[in-house]
């Protein structure tokens, strides 16, 4: 491998980096509209959800019940006469769910009885529908503590949580979110990026008199290689940098080993653009390829947004080929629990060993052939 050869291709790709501008907004520009449509647009929490509530008797206690809902960040009480309203509203979609206070609520309460509470929820959205029954009955809760110490009476329950919360205590899904979505973009940025600018070579017919010079091919894929490696790697900082700054995610874990365990998904992905590019020699097609390939599995098999462990058991079989499941878990973890050297370092081994594959195989079909 002659190193002049290498350095003026590798200055070649800089140049043409910095006169195509889609090649800085892939790395650049894509990653910031990522973050900010995810950061703030999706999310897996639950605020403000439209609440219909039915009191048919109001009393000093039913209003006590009421209050807490109201001033919960995460309910947005409507108030309706008749349960036959609210269930019409609950048909509608104007509300996600109801809660119905019976005429005799206070007076069984007041007696020692138990004092049935009505409650409707709106199913369709199964993972809607378990985080609000679970903000009810946690709101319930402490509605009967705070009634147990006005009354100055233990509240006598068989058993009781005492619960600790790792890793997010704020139960904030923009921090289990961002990490992971930094692997999807490092996953366009790498893969997109060579897969199209070699099959943009081609169509341009540059290709053929790289082939023609006494370059050697491997001169040529690590010449393709080192410039796109500093491109992704630019657009990894910024991405962290705005799920710190921007997000306020903690990032736990080392700085550093970060970076290490980001450059190593980076050769994967690059290695995957540069064996697609040896496949498809058409921009169009090589970037279909390149997201039904990387991009797809990186977001649904991941463990980004769906868990793994919840898939059927083929499916989870297939996760093992995706490389972003072992970034994803290597990301939530230095973000959220710290340098956790088990976790770590089994998943950057099968990093390295997934970029070695794909290295070799994409080293292995390119030739210095025009056919």
């Known amino acids: ?31 910031v509209f990522l973050l900010l449509l995810f950061g703030y647009g999706v999310s897996l929490d639950a605020h403000r959800v439209p609440l219909a509530v039915v009191v048919e008797q109001p009393t000093a206690q039913t209003a006590s019940f ?21 269930r019409r509203a609950l048909m509608e979609g104007a509300v996600n769910g109801i809660v119905w206070l019976r005429a005799d609520f206070s007076r069984r309460l007041l007696s020692g009885r138990s004092a049935l509470v009505g409650v409707w929820v709106d199913g369709v959205n199964a993972n809607n529908a378990r985080i609000l029954e679970g903000y009810l009955q946690g709101m319930w809760q402490n509605w009967l503590q705070l009634q147990a110490n006005a009354a100055g009476k233990p509240l006598t329950i068989p058993v009781v949580a005492d619960e600790r919360i790792w890793f997010n205590p704020a139960l904030r899904s923009r921090d289990f979110l961002v990490p992971g979505l930094i692997a999807v973009i490092m ?10 600018v070699i099959a943009r070579e081609w169509e341009r017919g540059t290709m053929e008199a790289l082939m023609a010079s006494p370059v050697t091919i491997g001169e040529i894929l690590l010449g393709k290689l080192v410039p796109y490696f500093v491109l992704g790697m630019g657009g990894m900082l910024l991405s962290v940098a705005m799920a710190v700054w921007l997000f306020t995610v903690p990032l736990v874990g080392s700085f550093w080993l970060l970076v290490a365990c980001s450059a190593l998904f980076l050769l994967v992905a690059l290695s995957m653009g540069l064996l697609i590019s040896t496949l498809a020699k058409n921009q169009f097609v090589a970037a279909q390829v390149a997201v039904i390939v990387t991009f797809l599995p990186a977001f649904i098999l991941s463990g980004f947004i769906f868990d793994i462990g919840s898939m059927p058991a083929v499916v989870r079989f297939l996760t093992h080929v995706v490389a972003a499941r072992y970034y994803v878990a290597i990301l939530q973890t230095l973000f959220l629990a710290g340098d956790v050297w088990p976790v770590v370092l089994s998943n950057s081994a099968a990093l390295a060993l997934m970029a070695l594959i794909f290295f070799g195989i994409a080293r292995r079909k390119s030739r210095k052939r025009l056919d």
Not at 2 to 19: A, D, S, T, W, Y
Not at 66 to 86: K, W
């Open 66 to 86: 009421v209050g807490g809902l109201v001033q919960s960040d995460y309910f947005a009480p409507r108030h309706y006469a008749t349960i036959a309203e609210a």
């Open 1 to 31: 491998m002659n190193r002049q050869r290498l350095r003026g291709l590798i200055r070649k790709e800089f140049l043409q980096i910095v006169r195509d501008p889609s090649a800085i907004a892939i790395a650049f520009v894509l990653p």
């Open 187 to 196: 996953t366009l940025i790498g893969a997109l990026l060579t897969a199209l």
